[in-house]
């Protein structure tokens, strides 16, 4: 009974919030807001937003930069797995996934923009070995979104593989790779033609997350993107800013243009999947002599995941030295390699104003984790013992969802409500992100895991 309460409270608390969230910002695009006086529904907020100079080359961008980075992430996610999957190599790589992961979006894209920024330190390294400064490719607030592609399809390929260690736990590799041999499969056969018809379909939801989140990115867009123009949801950021509170209908309208965007992007991701998904089983069907060859170069392969792996993982923490030095950095002039000068000054002046911060960061944090841990075990412990749980699709929607959406509908309301419990509303939004993460990580450990050993525990009591 307290089981089935616990489970109620935990689809409570993770609705109301969705349903504030799309109501709070379905309505105000159609320019109703009675705390601004605009109680007639009228288009003039989509107006607006479509007569704004860029929209197009703004969405194309969006599109390039979230599309492009989430195929890409998803391909490098799969070489790794295809040739470091159980060798001695991927103990390795599980070790490292959790720093990577742990590492901040803004940490690591400040760290990125100090290396690559046309004073940073690969022009400088470049200077001293005699290449011209014209020839150094920017990939800092480049107009076609390279850079931004790049970043976050380095940033997402950890958590593909980190989804993906649970579902290849499931499929049983090693018994699929021994039935594939003995039909005469060779290993990339096996991966192509048996284990991705399989693999794709249980990392959907996952997939469908990272494209989510790389369409609507704002933090990440906004140090390293294209500004002019910026990508889409950093546009209707800015909108949501504009002093005159009037034109909020245009960036109530821009928020739900992103959300059905995203919309029709994970219905094409749907449909490519579907297309790859009928290809591969038709290889199937046709068995081995019909099917073309693929060369099995399984050493250089190998050695080329290894290195793959090692730059998208390594990578990342890479950043953290290159923080380290500019943090301490008072006097480092271009093209000296290292400061000429090093101080604390900038640590000093704002280490005491940044206790606060960091203190309610922290409690923010702790609050969030770990309330979205119990009601996870909880959630997946009801479902191991009934049967029957929360909806996958409905636990990914805040995952999927734009946040500059959802967050803008729930501020509407709050803005609404009496008193000032900035903390409730606050932890209650860390959660609402926090526990889809947390309950699809642990939810592939729930599904392997063997319920005869508590039939055999019980008996033993």
């Known amino acids: ?75 490098w996610c799969f070489i790794i797995l295809k040739q470091c999957w159980h060798s001695q190599y991927w103990f390795k790589i599980e070790r490292l996934l959790v720093p990577v992961l742990a590492m901040p979006h803004v940490a690591f894209v400040l760290g990125l923009v100090l290396t690559f920024s046309a004073n940073g330190w690969l022009a400088r390294i470049l200077h001293h070995l005699g290449f011209s400064q014209h020839l150094y490719p920017s990939v800092i607030h480049d107009s076609y979104g390279i850079g931004l592609l790049l970043t976050l399809a380095i940033k997402e390929t950890p958590f593909l593989l980190l989804m993906s260690m649970a579902v290849l736990q499931q499929l049983n590799i090693k018994q699929l790779q021994q039935v594939a041999a003995s039909l005469g499969y060779n290993p990339q056969q096996t991966w192509f033609r048996l284990i991705l018809p399989l693999w794709l379909p249980k990392l959907r939801l996952a997939i469908y997350a990272v494209t989510g989140y790389s369409l609507a990115v704002v933090d990440v867009a906004l140090i390293i993107g294209p500004n002019q123009p910026s990508t889409f949801a950093v546009l ?20 739900m243009l992103l959300l059905l965007l995203t919309a029709a992007i994970i219905i094409l991701l749907r449909f490519i999947e ?168 642990l939810d592939g450990a729930w599904r392997s895991y063997d319920v005869r050993l508590d039939q055999t525990a019980r008996s033993l009591a």
């Open 236 to 255: 209707v950021w800015q909108w949501f800013n504009e002093p005159n509170l009037e034109l909020l209908p245009r960036a109530a309208a821009g928020a």
């Open 274 to 441: 579907w297309l790859l998904i009928s290809y591969c089983n038709q290889w199937q069907y046709r068995g081995v002599t019909a099917n073309v060859k693929i060369h099995n170069k399984t050493g250089s392969n190998h050695r080329i995941a290894i290195k793959l792996s090692q730059a998208l993982l390594l990578f990342p923490l890479l950043m953290l030295p290159t923080l380290a030095i500019w943090s301490v950095a008072q006097r480092w002039r271009f093209p000296d390699l290292f400061p000429s000068r090093y101080s604390w000054r900038f640590w000093q002046q704002q280490l005491e104003p940044l206790q606060s911060l960091m203190t309610n960061s922290l409690i923010l944090a702790l609050i969030s984790s770990l309330s979205a841990i119990i009601l996870a075990i909880v959630c997946l412990e009801y479902r191991q013992k009934y049967q029957r749980g929360l909806s996958p699709w409905l636990i990914t929607v805040p995952m999927i969802a734009p946040q500059i959406s959802l967050l803008f509908g729930m501020q509407t309301l709050i803005y609404t409500l009496p008193g000032q419990h900035y903390w409730l509303w606050l932890s209650w939004s860390h959660w609402l992100y926090v526990f889809p993460y947390v309950y699809l990580a």
């Open 1 to 75: 009974m307290r089981l089935k309460l616990m489970v109620t409270l935990t689809l409570l608390l993770f609705i109301a919030p969705l349903l504030v969230g799309f109501g709070g910002v379905i309505a105000p695009a159609f320019s109703w807001l009675p705390v601004l006086g605009l109680q007639q529904l009228s288009f003039n907020g989509w107006l607006q937003m479509l007569a704004w100079p860029g929209l197009s080359h703004s969405l194309l961008l969006t599109l390039f930069t979230g599309l492009g980075s989430t195929l890409l992430a998803l391909c």
